[in-house]
């Protein structure tokens, strides 16, 4: 993997300074050394040489206009796609509506998408897998789609522990798939990587969004001798619920009578803070916060992560001519409806969408909603708030134990039938239609300005047997146009006009 961009943790940021400035004083001693100067080619000491040119001390400022521009000259066309959750090969199904998806995603210069499943030899690798774990085979069928760069920084990436994120990085990389997101430590996870392309540089940086959803084990920095944890890239956020100032009130008050009874034991916690919030109350741990609709959910970003996030993309937008950022966010922002099924992205991921461009990015994609989100087109980038999954196939022959438990159905005296548990394979979640409707965007630019985008409708199948439900098949008829429409519906807060061409929706993007 490529080695990190970023500095040190910002904890020990003292440490850097006081290393810089030992390095100034050493620099500055061997420049006051009779003759030091003359043996610095360029410098202003000594000779009263130029700042600039061949040899010079001195580095030209950097241009950030053009530092942050796209910088593929001529045509080029990116394939922004969502959640890869492909546990069996896909690529070679004798499906013309499959090999036409694939065929666009093929032809295009760069395609990225996340990689949700996890690769493992199954006939050497002895350690535990899960239910996301498809065959050594997949990773050679993702290349084989298309697909150049991917992230990993998703919820899945260290099921059953760290082992099998390396088992899925190796297959990955012994299939030429370039991927980021996931590293040893922080730094090698959080930094972008890079792939290199006929028409140029491609950087990617994936992050992962852990409010209401855990599961993935953060990475840590290396620092001092410790070698860091390895994991996950991921933005740490605080969730708040919403509620009426007068719930609020009645919650507060039944946390301060219960306050009364700390004195009571011989260990108490502290006291309650002396000057509150009118509107912010911690609860036993759970934060509320008041808002106009009940039942809501509002999130804060760390602030260290999301600074240290941007820095990578602004890092790697620097060292490429295209860059991408990927978030994975299962996020929702109402607990009144069913989980990862939000079809409206909550205010953070906005706001680090917009950050993100203003950092550099060419384009944003949001994944891990399983259903569609808007599109947005920010200061000429294209935003794609929820592109859902483009490969869902699972076909495990068994449902698994997730499945069970969301019917509190115990799976070792229970037979399945199909009919008991109306679920298509997929954790935490009930099979509905909605849940087959996914698109992906075909980005098209002209001497680095984008010009238009195309939205791919996709039909996985909701009433084909299980064996054939989630191919990335191309939506016909009926389904193309209801899937248009309502992207159509969703996307039109963000002032984005999709025209409905045949069997496509298409953003037409003025260069200026």
Not at 82 to 87: F, K, P, S, Y
Not at 197 to 214: C, E, M, T
Not at 439 to 450: A, P
Not at 485 to 493: K, M, T, V
């Amino acid at each position: 993997m490529a080695s990190s961009l970023n500095s040190p943790h910002p904890f020990h940021a003292g440490r850097s300074v006081a290393l810089l400035g030992l390095a100034s004083l050493t620099l500055g001693l061997f420049l006051a050394c009779p003759g030091a100067a003359q043996t610095v080619p360029g410098s202003d000491v000594g000779n009263n040489a130029p700042k600039t040119g061949p040899g010079a001390l001195n580095s030209p400022p950097l241009d950030k206009e053009k530092a942050m521009a796209m910088k593929i000259p001529g045509s080029f066309t990116f394939v922004a796609a969502g959640d890869l959750i492909d546990l069996h090969p896909v690529a070679k199904r004798d499906d013309k509506d499959v090999q036409a998806t694939l065929k666009i995603i093929r032809d295009a210069d760069a395609a990225a998408a996340n990689m949700e499943a996890n690769i493992a030899d199954r006939r050497r690798y002895t350690g535990s897998v899960s239910d996301h774990t498809g065959d050594s085979v997949v990773a050679e069928d993702v290349k084989s789609m298309g697909f150049d760069i991917l992230t990993r920084a998703n919820n899945h990436a260290t099921d059953e522990g760290i082992g099998i994120m390396f088992e899925t990085a190796r297959n990955l990389e012994a299939a030429g798939l370039v991927y980021a997101g996931t590293g040893r430590n922080l730094g090698e996870a959080r930094a972008a990587q890079f792939v290199e392309l006929p028409k140029g540089r491609i950087g990617l940086v994936g992050f992962l969004s852990q409010g209401i959803n855990g599961g993935s084990e953060a990475a840590t920095y290396a620092f001092s001798g410790d070698p860091g944890r390895p994991g996950v890239n991921i933005l740490h956020l605080t969730t708040y619920h919403i509620v009426t100032q007068e719930q609020l009130d009645m919650l507060r008050k039944m946390r301060d009578e219960a306050y009364t009874h700390r004195t009571e034991f011989s260990n108490p916690v502290p006291p309650l803070p002396a000057h509150e919030p009118k509107d912010v109350l911690n609860f036993w741990g759970t934060r509320y916060k008041v808002g106009d609709v009940p039942g809501g959910l509002s999130y804060t970003m760390n602030p260290v992560d999301e600074r240290e996030i941007l820095r990578s993309i602004r890092n790697g937008k620097e060292l490429s001519d295209y860059m991408i950022t990927i978030i994975h966010s299962h996020e929702d922002n109402s607990l009144l409806q069913m989980l990862f099924l939000s079809e409206n992205p909550p205010e953070f991921l906005v706001k680090i969408a917009h950050e993100s461009i203003d950092n550099g990015a060419d384009v944003f994609i949001g994944t891990g909603a399983h259903v569609l989100r808007g599109v947005e087109i920010y200061k000429g980038k294209p935003i794609f708030y929820g592109l859902s999954s483009l490969v869902n196939y699972w076909s495990t022959g068994n449902p698994p134990l997730s499945a069970y438990m969301l019917h509190h159905v115990n799976p070792f005296d229970t037979e399945y039938t199909g009919t008991d548990l109306d679920y298509d394979g997929a954790a935490f979640r009930l099979a509905i239609p909605i849940d087959f409707d996914s698109m992906f965007g075909e980005c098209k630019y002209q001497d680095g300005k984008l010009v238009e985008v195309i939205l791919h409708p996709i039909d996985q199948g909701y009433d084909l047997p299980q064996a054939d439900r989630g191919l990335p098949r191309a939506a016909h008829g009926a389904a193309a146009q209801r899937i248009l429409q309502h992207l159509q519906d969703i996307s039109r807060p963000f002032g984005t006009k999709i025209d409905i061409e045949g069997e496509v929706g298409i953003i037409h993007v003025n260069p200026s």
